[in-house]
């Protein structure tokens, strides 16, 4: 089962680590796979009469223990040990470590390139705002680093754009964009330390 590939890339490198890493368990993977089995399932019903919204809840702890221990084949061969994290207010924060090599090799680098200095395997943080509405959502970036240096919006676009792109999308994701909501969801919520899925 896939979760909008798209989404999950967008927002494993969209999205520091928090302050407290949770203790990942394969419990609560599994208790997150259950809820999106459920998720995708109401997502797929018929569209028909009116129903009542339905909300699905779930913690930081089970969305990187599904990440730790069921989506390694939905996560870019180069993106390491994803990590997402809700702040609250609609904010929220991610890390992961990336492979720059590949990102750096895929075109000729001038001089005044930054990517053309970057090598090796190095964490990748960012945080940022999510908005979500009738379907839609969107990002708004805060702040990204590389291995704890800022790094400008322009060199995290073109690591986006690398780690997202399809045979579909070759271009990949661009951050300003809004993108469409899978499963029927209408909004994501997002508490500290936790996010409800409305549809």
Do not use: C
């Not at 599904?66 to 809700?86: S, T």
């Amino acid at each position: 089962m896939r979760l909008l590939p798209a989404l999950v890339v967008g927002l494993l490198l969209l999205a520091g680590h928090g302050n407290a890493q949770p203790r990942l368990t394969k419990a609560d993977g599994d208790r997150f796979q259950a809820k999106l089995t459920r998720i995708v399932a109401l997502g797929n019903a018929p569209a028909g009469r009116a129903r009542a919204a339905q909300s699905t809840q779930f913690s930081d702890a089970e969305l990187n223990s599904y990440l730790r221990f069921h989506a390694q084949d939905q996560i870019p061969v180069g993106v390491m040990e994803p990590m997402l994290n809700a702040r609250g207010d609609g904010r929220v924060s991610g890390s992961a470590i990336v492979d720059l090599d590949a990102v750096r090799k895929q075109k000729q680098r001038g001089w005044l390139d930054p990517m053309g200095y970057l090598t090796g395997r190095l964490p990748l943080t960012a945080r940022g705002r999510l908005t979500t509405k009738d379907g839609k959502g969107r990002f708004e970036l805060e702040s990204a680093e590389l291995s704890g240096v800022t790094i400008p919006k322009t060199l995290l676009q073109e690591l986006l754009s690398f780690y997202s792109r399809t045979a579909e999308d070759p271009d990949g994701i661009n951050m300003d964009d809004p993108f469409e909501l899978p499963s029927q969801i209408r909004e994501i919520k997002v508490a500290a330390g936790a996010a409800t899925i409305v549809q």
